[in-house]
């Protein structure tokens, strides 16, 4: 079986084909490949089953694969290094994340069938993809940031979806703390305002109300809006930098009150207001 080498710890691109020329082939690196458009047939570690638009593969540096094309198909890859991932991804993420994320890089019950589920995920994953496929190929300022950021929202995705299989839910049940997993969850549900109320969150976990509230301060030294609240800051810290969302759009996507609340707690973390912290941004960035 042929062995494709890439140098590079990571790289994006896009190609589209009429008829499959690749001969059936592994890698040294992952790959994730999302189909945006087009079907055919995955031919993956032996076993033959059908793609279309919207799926998503994660294949492994072992894995072995070549495609049929049905109709013509745009291919959007993304060839990283597991260097890659604990050098560059993970070197600012909690514990709970990076457990998931070597879940995530390990298991193989989804190899099979598309890594995305969800159709509002699938929407979301393609347009992340489209936005890293453009900083990646264009030298524009802050633009490896925005890779680094729009990557991490991708495995984030791929999380989220994976974490709804049986044998993931194993998985997180025997190597997760209680702890890790409430903040876990926290992370990834950070921005449903009906999951990140105290009843619903100690519901998820069968605990009531008043102890994990104390149980969570008790552990990591803050409480669960505080982590709620500082999820939702890092959050609107990359929208400011690197999205065109005005102050008030930004406090609506990020479940604040209004926009005079948005600002008064983005304050108490940053010494400075939105529209301050975006300015000061845009100008040490123009200098």
Not at 155 to 184: G, P
Not at 229 to 258: H, M, R, V
């Amino acid at each position: 079986m042929k062995r494709i080498v890439n140098f590079n710890s990571f790289n994006v691109f896009s190609i589209e084909k009429e008829v499959w020329d690749v001969e059936y082939h592994n890698h040294n690196f992952y790959e994730l490949i999302i189909i945006e458009k087009g079907k055919g047939f995955h031919h993956l570690n032996g076993i033959v089953f059908p793609y279309k638009k919207g799926d998503v593969f994660l294949l492994r540096p072992s894995d072995g694969h070549e495609f049929s094309i049905k109709t013509k198909t745009r291919f959007i890859y993304i060839k990283f290094t597991e260097q890659y991932i604990w050098e560059t991804l993970l070197i600012n993420k909690k514990n709970e994340l990076k457990k998931v994320i070597q879940l995530l890089m390990e298991d193989r019950s989804f190899v099979y069938e598309s890594a995305i589920k969800n159709k509002i995920d699938r929407v979301h994953l393609l347009q992340l993809t489209h936005i890293l496929l453009y900083e990646f190929s264009h030298q524009s300022r802050y633009n490896k940031d925005i890779v680094t950021d729009v990557f991490s929202a991708i495995i984030t995705v791929l999380i989220r979806n994976t974490m709804e299989t049986t044998t993931n839910k194993k998985w997180i049940s025997q190597h997760l703390s209680r702890i890790e997993k409430i903040l876990y969850y926290i992370n990834v549900n950070v921005l449903d305002t009906d999951k990140m109320k105290i009843e619903n969150l100690a519901k998820e976990f069968m605990l009531s109300s008043n102890y994990i509230s104390i149980y969570v301060k008790k552990q990591t030294g803050f409480s669960i809006q505080q982590h709620i609240i500082q999820y939702k800051i890092k959050t609107a810290e990359k929208l400011l930098l690197q999205s065109p969302y005005n102050i008030n759009e930004i406090a609506d996507k990020l479940g604040f009150n209004d926009t005079s609340h948005f600002n008064k707690i983005f304050k108490g973390y940053q010494q400075l207001s939105p529209t301050e912290f975006r300015k000061k941004i845009n100008s040490s960035g123009n200098t």
